[in-house]
């Protein structure tokens, strides 16, 4: 057997009670099923794929020690052996498969999304709307009891450990930081008596449990918050956890209030493992570093460098959960890699709705997803269109054992994927297209990229079925007497086709409206359709204001944007904030990117007419004339199904999926899922 291209990523880690056969850990997610019906059955079939997939060690979604803890009512909590016995569930199936699985404890403290959310001081969060009630002494010692019994429950349940969250801005960061702790007590006022709290935790844990226990700390090592804690305070306390009795420390980076994208796919690739790096020096137990590890080449660069000895990496497993067994056999090609859009993740977690992967879908749906078998008929299939529902459909249909030709009009695979691969901060939308290329070739899909076929065509060549993902069509605005030229397309500007001026006005405050806006205001890059072009860590932390060396607190400095290549307007018919629609998670950061450019933006504008001066438009009853040299028009899609109308009048039938089934608002989530859908529905 050829040596292993990642020798670190693969080497065993020694933890003197238990070994864990590499150094890639799962991360904590809370995906939803944790408190569906049937959840820890659909949980077991979640953590068994990926510990089949090789993760040596993975951990829970957060798991509330009380109920003021929770993170949302109702949401789950371990603090009776009745509720533990319902765990064994999945602890078994996880022990089964080989693996090893730890439940995070978290307490939410002053982000929890309920009224009866406490805090160490009684100081309301930003992103809750619920102010905490303070802790009082005796309410602190009996929190830490019931942390102290939820790892013995979970030891109970089968467990290999507990990971206590200590990062992030809950309870026990609060704690930490003197930004939330004003306490004046025990448990407050100068460091030692900050750190009183999680350390009580971790010793009466271990004192609980035994040595034989897994207790992974996730330590806040760059809070990206004022008032957070100095590098000083971080070494501090994690060398006490240390003497305190903890297995491993993680890794934790900023607080959810923090005003710094910190796992956005605009944040370059292991953007903070410097800051793990940094407290090896001080430590001598296993440090886990975290946030955007995305590829085998990313984690084995930093472990080869002694910047960690593990790395987290929890998306990652969402997109691919057999992410260590391809990397094990020397195929990263074959990696559905995490692109950090948090758009069917994080976003559904915080819509309060089960959480998947946009380029998975079947992530968290295991159980009702299983894999096929072949099928026993195969059918000609014929798919029109490469991008996101076609690529999936293709490859899908083709898994299943069918045989599909793949047809698109143009000369590359990835639809609309190729205009959202040149937006500043998208550069992973390479990795999809690059990642389906693969399964195209080793499902055996036969391809006709420069085809566009017709429906007659379709026809005479007696496919069985037609599955169309034909994609959309720009809707366009006429300007009635407006010079040539000046009104184009977003998909002109992103393809190149027209270069626009030094003043634009953007039409269309959607994701693409902004995507065009983030294009123009930095300098076009180079483009190369085989090489994805990489996200600067110098330009990041230089314009979100971040200082991985830590001159202040808290790693903050002042924020230095770019200077921006253009004058932008982006306007929107509705009233209301300016891209109030985009994802959840990441509409801030869009928007906040806009702002450093200085953009300005303008809601409930009437568009009035397009001449040599510029856009006319009627903004809240007033009449303006924005002098631009070009407009771009960014308002929606119309479906293209001239195909689909010719097949029905030949009497083909045919299925639409992607753009060309619902093109109000483009959505590569839905189009992926819809071509997974169309393709098992082959077999039914």
Same mark, same amino acid.
């Given at each position: 057997m050829s040596e292993s291209p990642y020798p670190h990523l693969f080497q065993a880690l020694d933890l003197g009670f238990t070994t864990l056969k590499n150094r890639a850990i799962m991360g904590s997610m809370h995906v939803g099923l944790e408190e569906e019906k049937g959840g820890f059955e659909k949980l077991a079939s979640y953590f068994v794929e990926r510990a089949e997939g090789g993760c040596a060690l993975m951990v829970t979604g957060g798991v509330a020690p009380n109920?003021?803890?929770?993170?949302? *009512?109702?949401?789950?909590?371990?603090? +009776?052996?009745?509720?533990? /016995?319902?765990?064994?569930?999945?602890?078994?199936?996880?022990?089964?498969?080989?693996?090893?699985?730890?439940?995070?404890?978290?307490?939410?403290?002053?982000?929890?999304?309920?009224?009866?959310?406490?805090?160490?001081?009684?100081?309301?969060? *930003?992103?809750?709307?619920?102010?905490? +009630?303070?802790?009082?002494? /005796?309410?602190?010692?009996t929190t830490i009891k019931h942390f102290v019994r939820c790892a013995q429950l979970a030891q109970e349940a089968g467990y290999d450990g507990v990971e206590v969250m200590g990062s992030e801005g809950y309870l026990i960061n609060q704690f930490i930081a003197p930004r939330t702790n004003k306490r004046t007590d025990a448990w407050g006022g100068d460091l030692e008596r900050r750190l009183r709290f999680p350390l009580e935790i971790v010793r009466q844990t271990r004192e609980a449990v035994g040595p034989q226990f897994i207790i992974i700390f996730r330590l806040s090592m760059l809070d990206l918050v004022e008032g957070g804690s100095t590098w000083e305070e971080v070494v501090q306390l994690a060398q006490a956890l240390e003497e305190a009795g903890v297995t491993i420390i993680n890794t934790g980076i900023g607080w959810h209030e923090a005003r710094v994208p910190t796992i956005a796919t605009l944040v370059p690739r292991g953007a903070f493992s410097e800051v793990t790096a940094r407290l090896k020096a001080h430590v001598r137990v296993p440090l886990i570093t975290s946030n955007r590890v995305n590829t085998p080449e990313v984690a084995e660069g930093i472990l080869s460098s002694g910047s960690a000895d593990l790395v987290s990496m929890a998306r990652p497993f969402l997109a691919d959960p057999y992410f260590m067994e391809k990397a094990s056999r020397g195929a990263p090609q074959e990696i559905n890699t995490c692109i950090g859009c948090n758009q069917a993740c994080l976003d559904h977690v915080f819509e309060l709705k089960r959480a998947s992967c946009l380029v998975n879908p079947r992530a968290c749906y295991e159980a009702e997803l299983p894999e096929l078998p072949r099928a026993r008929a195969p059918k000609r299939v014929a798919v029109v269109g490469a991008g996101p529902a076609g690529l999936s459909a293709s490859t899908s249909a083709a898994e299943l054992g069918h045989e599909v030709t793949l047809f698109e009009a143009s000369g590359q695979l990835g639809g609309q994927f190729n205009l959202a691969k040149r937006v500043p901060g998208k550069e992973e939308f390479y990795e999809t297209i690059r990642y389906f290329s693969e399964l195209i070739k080793s499902r055996g899909v036969t391809l006709k990229l420069n085809t566009r076929v017709s429906g007659a065509e379709l026809h005479a060549e007696g496919f069985d079925e037609v599955i169309l993902a034909t994609g959309i069509h720009p809707r366009a605005l006429h300007f009635e007497g407006a010079p040539e030229g000046k009104v184009v397309s977003y998909i002109e500007v992103l393809t190149g086709a027209v270069e626009v001026g030094e003043r634009v006005a953007i039409i269309g405050a959607g994701g693409i409206g902004f995507d065009v806006a983030e294009f123009l205001l930095k300098p076009t890059p180079t483009l190369s359709e085989e090489t994805p072009p990489q996200a600067s860590l110098e330009s990041y932390l230089s314009e979100w204001g971040v200082d991985l060396q830590y001159k202040e607190g808290s790693g903050l400095t002042t924020p230095a944007p770019p200077t921006p290549a253009r004058q932008l307007y982006v306007l929107q018919r509705s009233e209301g904030k300016v891209g109030a629609r985009l994802g959840k998670t990441t509409g801030w950061i869009h928007r906040a990117q806009l702002k450093h450019g200085g953009v300005e933006l303008l809601s409930g504008a009437r568009y009035e007419k397009v001449d040599q001066v510029g856009l006319h438009v009627t903004v809240a009853g007033e009449a303006r004339a924005l002098e631009v040299d070009h407009v771009v028009v960014c308002a929606g899609q119309i479906p293209n199904r001239e195909l689909f109308e010719e097949l029905k009048g030949l009497g083909v039938s045919a299925h639409l999926v992607g753009g060309a089934q619902e093109a109000s608002e483009l959505d590569a989530k839905r189009a992926i899922r819809q071509g997974l859908m169309c393709a098992r529905a082959l077999s039914s």
């Open positions: 109920l003021r803890g929770w993170l949302k *009512p109702f949401g789950m909590r371990l603090t +009776s052996r009745a509720q533990a /016995r319902k765990h064994r569930v999945v602890t078994d199936a996880v022990k089964g498969a080989g693996g090893k699985l730890c439940l995070q404890i978290l307490h939410a403290g002053r982000y929890g999304y309920h009224p009866l959310n406490v805090a160490p001081s009684a100081i309301k969060a *930003p992103i809750s709307p619920f102010k905490p +009630s303070a802790l009082s002494h /005796r309410q602190v010692l």
